[in-house]
């Protein structure tokens, strides 16, 4: 076992050969839309994100269904499965099968399997200080998801950003190999402060987070305003005492941004500051256009996400 739980990294890796290991990772969500095909597209890319983060190739995906087959149509769960065998067809991964449960809740997600050279695994916990960090997609879809289902947000405006939210982190890795990539994780359910707040801790370094360069996704920030949160902002926050601080003056509603949680988010990738423009420039000629430079790596010492 090459990479546990132990670092709280985004799957486990196992060597089979001196070149070659494979990466386990699972995943499943309750719906995000109303729409099953939207449902089924982005939780199979929030599954798969995980193989991207830790720098391998999907090769196996597994369903897992749970549906309350006596209470909704069995089209749903059919558009679910549709949508979710097109986004695996996208990352030129095999459907190999899956298991379902009769349940009250509709959850669908995927259970992953990838190959990664032993020598190349990405990990959340080998940034240094010098580093900058790149993030690849917005952030603020917690609040929109929860947004659009209290009335708030019009499922028009929502409808808008899904497919960036679905889009596959592929191409972001691809491109990312091409450099020094010394650390990456997936932004997902942490926000973007606890996630940042892993790989500090994974590596024992502050990390200043520039909140003027962080991407949020249209109407996140007025949501927010208009009273709008998610049932994870509070425990994202809690998990984040006493590892962070601002020194800029962050509204409220500004600061809930950076706990907001997110699913199918962008990958943080730690590359040398000398190469972090190049990166950026990489990746939005290769299509991932909301690639942006938000961090640096300042020092070794005490573990902590200070936002400036």
């Known amino acids: 076992m090459l990479v546990g739980f132990e670092t709280s990294d985004d799957g486990a890796v196992y060597r089979l050969t001196p070149d070659l290991a494979l990466i386990s990772t699972v995943d499943y969500i309750t719906p995000p839309v109303d729409d099953p095909w939207w449902f089924g597209q982005i939780a199979a890319a929030n599954s798969l994100s995980d193989v991207y983060a830790m720098g391998g190739k999907p090769v196996t995906a597994l369903n897992l269904v749970m549906f309350p087959a006596k209470k909704l149509d069995m089209g749903l769960l059919k558009e679910i499965l549709r949508g979710g065998s097109e986004k695996i067809k996208e990352a030129r991964t095999s459907m190999a099968g899956g298991h379902s449960v009769d349940d009250n809740e509709p959850k669908y997600g995927l259970a992953v399997t990838g190959m990664v050279h032993p020598d190349h695994i990405l990990t959340n916990r080998d940034c240094r200080a010098g580093d900058a960090l790149v993030l690849t997609k917005p952030l603020g879809s917690g609040v929109l998801f929860n947004a ?144 942006v430079r938000i961090a640096q790596v300042v020092s070794n010492g005490r573990p902590a996400v200070k936002v400036v």
């Open 148 to 291: 659009n289902r209290s009335g708030k947000l019009p499922y028009r405006e929502l409808e808008t950003v899904l497919p960036q939210i679905a889009a596959l982190n592929n191409i972001a890795i691809e491109t990312a190999l091409n450099f020094n990539v010394h650390a990456c994780t997936d932004i997902t359910g942490f926000g973007i402060l606890g996630h940042g707040l892993e790989m500090a801790r994974g590596a024992n370094v502050t990390i200043e987070m520039q909140y003027d360069r962080l991407p949020f996704y249209p109407n996140a920030l007025d949501m927010y305003r208009k009273g709008e949160t998610t049932g994870s902002n509070k425990a994202n926050r809690q998990l984040a005492e006493g590892g962070w601080d601002a020194s800029n003056s962050l509204t409220a509603e500004a600061e809930e941004l950076l706990f907001d949680p997110q699913t199918s988010g962008g990958l943080l990738l730690a590359v040398p500051d000398s190469e972090a423009d190049d990166l950026v420039a990489a990746l939005h000629a290769a299509g991932v256009h909301a690639a």
